[in-house]
């Protein structure tokens, strides 16, 4: 059953993960109105519930292990989706066991460090999730569209000449693999909107009041570097898939599926690390069922020695009964089935015959 769940979440992701060494043209390669053909909107929602539930119990494991630590990368235009996607995905983790960084425009102080020093400070710790929205990623996105915020890094004059961006895929690269090989799996996601589907939804924050805020001026100048954008993603996309750290392109003009296949690159995830509760030694197993005496001999007077187990014992007396109940009515009901199926019905009578 697990197996079978692993294999569809496996073939659902394949088609979306950028194969290292490859040469993405994102607008050749990648339709942002994708779907898979097994998939219907209206088996969405139980399928989104089912991606969050696995989510909700891996991330649980994550934490009692303590040894792995998942960061999750997500990139996407303006409207692509990254807030709702969060929202969503993570919706039934524990809070504590995620954190949620987003990254605008750095600060004087953060221009006063190395360039990926912002983000270094925001990495998950072990048994955690941690998530970027917006990430180091975008030092070879927004700031390779516009170079004038490359300027304001106060960069030595050889590192920003010549060859910077393939130096930066290199150091990003690096950094990644340095964080994998200690435990932090980076899984890196792009939400891949069409320029029609931005227009609907840059549209829709216009029309509607209560989705004003979200809008800005700056979002309409972004929309004209559109194809600049573009170029800057298949060079990324080419450049930082590693087997360490691939890329997921996902289409994101229809949201629902865009969520589904987030939570299916994370449960994937979770699933190859395929973290476990930290199991205790005979001796300490023994310890604790000393203690587990010491507190029965507590008990009070009229209560069980261990109303835990006293409780456990009751419910599945219960839902054994439940179940013999259930078993003998569906006898009954066969029973009364072929016995109705011997004799001929009187014309017209439509009541119970119990
Ligand atoms: P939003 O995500 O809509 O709140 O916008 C954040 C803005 O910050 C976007 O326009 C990003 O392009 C911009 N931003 C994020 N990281 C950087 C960076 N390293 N350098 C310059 N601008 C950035
Ligand atoms: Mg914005």
Redesign the pocket.
């Known amino acids: 059953m697990a197996d079978e769940r692993a294999k569809r979440i496996a073939e659902l992701i394949k088609p979306l993960r950028v194969k290292p060494g490859s040469k993405v043209n994102l607008g050749e390669d990648y339709d942002p109105g994708y779907k898979a053909d097994s998939l219907k909107k209206k088996d969405g929602a139980e399928l989104l519930r089912t991606g969050i539930a696995l989510l909700a119990d891996y991330q649980r494991r994550l934490a009692a292990q303590n040894t792995y630590g998942v960061l999750v990368c997500l990139q996407a235009l303006?409207?692509g989706g990254k807030d709702g996607t969060i929202r969503h995905v993570m919706s039934g983790v524990n809070p504590q066991g995620v954190t949620v960084s987003g990254f605008k425009v750095p600060s004087a102080e953060e221009l006063d460090h190395d360039y990926l020093w912002r983000y270094a400070c925001r990495l998950p710790a072990r048994g955690q999730i941690g998530i970027f929205n917006r990430s180091h990623y975008e030092e070879v996105l927004v700031v390779r569209v516009h170079p004038e915020n490359l300027d304001r890094q106060q960069l030595p004059r050889a590192a920003k000449g010549k060859g910077v961006w393939e130096r930066r895929y290199r150091e990003i690269n690096d950094w990644e693999r340095y964080l994998t090989d200690n435990g932090f799996r980076v899984v890196k996601l792009f939400l891949n909107l069409s320029k029609e589907e931005q227009r609907t939804r840059f549209l829709k924050r216009i029309d509607v009041p209560e989705k004003n805020w979200?809008?800005?001026a700056?979002?309409v100048r972004?929309r004209e570097r559109w194809d600049d954008y573009q170029h800057a993603f298949s060079q990324m996309l080419s450049a930082t898939s590693t087997r360490w750290a691939p890329w997921y392109v996902i289409p994101a003009d229809r949201k629902w599926f865009a969520r589904i296949c987030a939570a299916a690159v994370i449960v994937h995830t979770l699933m190859e690390i395929d973290p476990r509760y930290p199991t205790v030694s005979a001796d300490r197993r023994q310890q604790l069922l000393t203690v587990r005496r010491e507190l029965e001999d507590e008990a009070p007077k009229g209560a069980p020695a261990d109303p835990f187990a006293a409780k456990e014992a009751n419910e599945a007396k219960e839902a054994r009964e439940v179940a013999a109940t259930k078993a003998r009515a569906a006898r009954n009901g066969a029973a009364r089935a072929s016995s109705r199926a011997g004799r001929p019905r009187a014309a017209g009578r439509t009541g119970s015959e119990a």
């Open positions: 303006d409207a979200k809008f800005s700056a979002d972004e």
